[in-house]
């Protein structure tokens, strides 16, 4: 967050926090329509996509995030700051948007479940120490903790589970609804995961070569090596010597496809990929949707297939 809009959303601490008195929770600034239903704030799209399925007909949620937005480098107004006061409940992973870090700590919310917290990402990158791939586990250590962990689903069912949790403080009535819910979706995340599992499990090649690093959980679930141009932040630019190295990579490992993603520019990507006379293809890191007749499930089966053509798997 830049240093001015810093000093924004200290100043509107005053005003919300009088706001915050006179609100009834669904008549402030949040866009809630929905009279007496919950209303829950996410941070970005796969935590609004658990929101909306666990808290079903009796939520109202929105994003911090707007629609087809790149979340890494969120910023929030005064007025989206002030939102989080009148939200019911937020939901948001800590570490991964300064912006909202400092927004929940501003406002300090009633009821909040912290992704972070929820899956057991906490404890220097839970994902590092489950698996043998010490080669490929010092790529996420340096810098921060790899926030991309909604591309595993097996770390997602917790996630939901706070989320029922969290939701049935608010709302006591709704409990067997947001366990039931909750249940559900857990059972859904469980068959995607056996999905890749059996998807995944004979392949000619496992390394893939994606635009940022977001798949360092999803390729260490199932057994893939993942290859950014870009770190685990989109917005950094590859050097010379960066895409050389991938370069030579993709040549001495026999790949065929340079992954790109939906919500960042695929000039790198294609760029390099011409170079190197291999295909691209679209690997999404479901940050958010670009297709509003899709989900998490449908997106992240589209990025199996994606996967299986590359990898050229049986
Ligand atoms: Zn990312």
Not at 76 to 89: G, H, K, M, N, T
Not at 289 to 300: C, I, K, R
Request: glycine fraction near 10%; aromatic fraction near 6%; hydrophobic fraction near 40%.
């Amino acid at each position: 967050m830049s240093r001015s809009s810093r000093a924004l959303a200290l100043l509107a601490v005053p005003a919300l926090l009088v706001a915050g008195c006179s609100s009834g929770g669904t008549d402030a600034g949040s866009g809630g329509t929905g009279g007496d239903r919950v209303a829950v704030l996410a941070s970005f799209y796969p935590l609004q996509f658990v929101a909306a399925e666990v808290g079903g007909d009796r939520v109202e949620v929105s994003s911090m995030t707007p629609p087809s937005a790149e979340p890494h480098d969120l910023e929030l107004s005064p007025a989206q700051v002030a939102d989080l006061s009148s939200a019911d409940v937020v939901v948001y992973q800590s570490g991964f948007q300064a912006a909202v870090d400092e927004a929940v700590e501003q406002t300090r919310p009633a009821h909040v479940v912290d992704a972070t917290q929820a899956a057991g990402l906490s404890e220097g990158g839970a994902h590092a120490d489950e698996h043998e791939g010490e080669e490929h586990a010092d790529e996420h250590e340096h810098g921060s903790l790899d926030p991309h962990f909604w591309l595993d689903p097996t770390l997602m069912p917790d996630v939901a589970d706070a989320v029922a949790d969290a939701l049935t403080e608010v709302d006591p009535d709704g409990a067997d609804t947001y366990r039931s819910n909750a249940d559900a979706l857990g059972e859904r995340f469980a068959a995607l995961d056996e999905e890749y599992r059996t998807g995944l499990a004979t392949c000619e090649r496992d390394v893939i070569v994606t635009s940022h690093e977001a798949f360092g959980y999803l390729a260490e679930r199932y057994g893939l090596e993942q290859v950014g141009i870009s770190g685990v932040d989109p917005e950094a630019e590859p050097s010379p010597a960066r895409l050389r190295e991938v370069g030579d990579l993709v040549r001495e490992s026999g790949v065929t496809t340079i992954f790109f993603e939906t919500l960042v520019s695929p000039k790198v990507a294609e760029t390099l990929a011409a170079d190197l006379g291999v295909g691209t293809a679209v690997l999404d890191p479901l940050e958010g949707l670009t297709d509003d007749a899709q989900d998490y499930f449908g997106v992240a089966e589209q990025n199996l297939e994606q996967l299986r053509v590359a990898l050229s798997c049986a």
